[in-house]
């Protein structure tokens, strides 16, 4: 009996461990909705949600990014703020056995290509993929020559500011302003349209 409940309580640490683990990622999954023009109600009245979801902040209230570094699915070093240094980046929160990241990801590819000459570049951040494998054979199906980081436990996403335009599902896409700071995000995925509506206004603002 001695030995059962010191076993019994290491285990229980475990299972507390992993359970935190699966919380902290499947808080992604949630995403909220809305329909018309409002104020997110969530957030105060720092953030507007449009009829198409997108959240936008205004420029006086945006919140700088985190730092967003480490290794690309093709094994790369990329710090996203070094390395794209007064450009806009889109930030997309993808992973190879998402539905809806296979259904985005053409719009994607698509509008990375016609916005770079403009000063956009595109960064994914792939996540819950065991491996790259996947992450690689789905970059190759859908022609994405943008590089995504590498983040299969989601620490990545995580160091985004509370309260701030972080990402709440997978997929998501957010957008950077030219100075580093998060100007819009969508929760779920996103139409070539609605793409270039969370993009445009930035690509005009002096």
Known sequence: MALTCPLRRRTDV?????LGAVVAVSALALSACGSGAKVS?????????????????AKSGRQTAPELSGKTVEGKTL??????????????VWGSWCPPCRAEAGNLVKVSKDLKSKG???????????????????????????????????????????GSLNPQSIPSTVVLDRNGKIAARKAGGVEEDT?????DPLIAEK
């Open 14 to 18: 475990r299972r507390a461990a992993q």
């Open 41 to 57: 109600s969530s957030q105060g009245s720092r953030y507007v949600t449009s009829s198409s979801g997108i959240v936008t902040a």
């Open 79 to 92: 710090d996203v703020t070094s390395a794209y240094k007064g450009k806009i980046v889109v930030l997309n």
């Open 120 to 162: 956009v570049e595109f960064v994914g951040i792939n996540t819950r993929d065991p491996s790259t494998g996947p992450a690689k054979a789905f970059e190759k199906d859908y022609g994405v020559t943008y590089p995504s980081l590498y983040d299969p436990s989601g620490k990545l996403l995580l160091r985004f500011p509370s």
């Open 195 to 199: 793409l270039r509506k969370m993009i």
